[in-house]
């Protein structure tokens, strides 16, 4: 099973400024990732897949970049509907794994 | 618009089986390459993959529970289900079901659609 790693587990910033989360595979998944965010109360929502690849209706402010086993979320100006947990999985095969979480809160 | 929801009882008691029904609407469970899958996520924690189906019952589970679990499909209803049998206090999460990304008619597994949950408790 790859497992997958996420740093830090909680990340304080203020509104408007730049938000990095990382996440890293215990083997290479290749681009095979993807980042969801959830809200308290609220399914998880796809904002990237194919490490760079913004789902459907995601903002700009959300990138995301890496390939094999280290891979960055960038969240670049926060507003304050941002904060959130952020989960990374890869699905290099169907047995898709989860990372632990980061949770970005308000400094 | 595709859309998923959960159903199913919030109470489980010890050792029974854990049934839940996730109902697809604005689109056929049955066309082209699409697979269904369930997550859950227990009170305050991470998000674990339990299985995934495809409408001609492909199916692939997570090992870790070590085959309690089995999903199923009913193309007449639009609805995949998932059943976990001897469950006990540690099975009590929120229940997702959801869809994986279809491109070009190739499966990609991540999910790009999430029903809301549904919270279920393992308790007597």
């Known amino acids: 099973e790859i497992e997958m790693t996420q740093s830090p587990a909680t990340l304080s910033v203020s509104p408007g400024e730049t938000a990095i989360l990382s996440c890293r595979a215990s083997?290479?998944?290749?681009?095979?990732l993807a980042w969801y965010q959830q809200k308290p109360g609220q399914a998880p929502r796809l904002l990237i897949y194919?490490?760079?690849t913004r789902a459907s209706g995601i903002p700009g402010r959300f990138s995301g970049s890496g390939s094999g086993t280290e891979f960055t979320l960038t969240i670049s100006g926060l507003q304050s509907e941002d904060f959130a947990v952020y989960y990374c999985?890869?699905?290099?095969?169907?047995?898709?794994?989860f990372g632990p979480g980061t949770k970005v809160e308000s400094k | 618009q595709l859309q998923v929801q959960e159903s199913g009882p919030g109470l489980v008691k010890p050792s029974e089986t854990l049934s839940l029904t996730c109902n697809v609407s604005?689109?056929?469970?049955?066309?082209?390459?699409?697979?269904w899958g369930w997550i859950r996520q227990p009170p305050g924690k991470g998000l674990e993959w339990i299985g995934s189906?495809?409408?001609?019952?492909?199916?692939y589970y997570n090992p870790s529970l070590k085959s309690r679990a089995t999903m199923s499909v009913d193309t007449s209803k639009n609805q995949f289900s998932l059943s976990l049998s001897s469950v006990t206090a540690s099975d009590t999460a929120v229940y997702y079901c959801a869809h994986y990304g279809v491109i070009r008619g190739a499966i990609y597994w991540y999910f790009d659609l999430w029903g809301r949950g549904t919270l279920v408790t393992i308790s007597s």
């Open positions: 999985q890869q699905y290099n095969n169907w047995r898709g794994t």
């Open positions: 604005g689109g056929s469970i049955s066309s082209g390459h699409d697979y």
């Open positions: 189906i495809s409408y001609s019952w492909n199916t």
């Open positions: 194919y490490a760079s």
């Open positions: 083997q290479s998944v290749s681009s095979n």
